[in-house]
């Protein structure tokens, strides 16, 4: 069974910076596209980056040149470096994943992990 977990959330003040990452376990699985969404209180999920099989990259525009999406597949990794973080970037970020375990696809979300910013 394919699980996908996240680290690196916390506490980080107007400014700083964090580094999320997600891990997909299981065996003979594969990461083909992915991506990080956020979702505050009150508030819709909203896709923040993706990354497609072949590497190209998007963004939400409010995220635009403060945040990184990469991958690593030799650890079957995908993870979202966030800089010049800001308050309104405080929300729950999650991690999406499509990919082949086994010969079979499959869609996942992660746990989530909270991303809070002080000002």
């Known amino acids: 069974q394919v699980q996908l977990v996240e680290s690196g959330g916390g506490l980080v003040q107007a400014g700083g910076s964090l580094r999320l990452s997600c891990a997909a376990s299981g065996s003979t699985v594969s990461i083909n596209a992915a991506g990080w969404y956020r979702q505050s209180p009150g508030k819709q999920r909203e896709m923040v980056a993706g990354?497609?099989?072949?590497?190209?990259?998007n963004y939400a525009d409010s995220v635009k040149g403060r945040f990184t999406i990469s991958r690593d597949n030799a650890r079957n990794t995908v993870s979202l470096q966030m800089n010049n973080l800001k308050p309104d970037d405080t929300a729950t970020y999650y991690c999406?994943?499509?990919?082949?375990?086994?010969?079979?696809?499959?869609?996942?979300w992660g746990q989530g992990t909270q991303v809070t910013v002080s000002s």
């Open positions: 990354i497609t099989t072949g590497g190209r990259t």
């Open positions: 999406n994943a499509v990919g082949i375990r086994g010969g079979l696809p499959y869609n996942l």
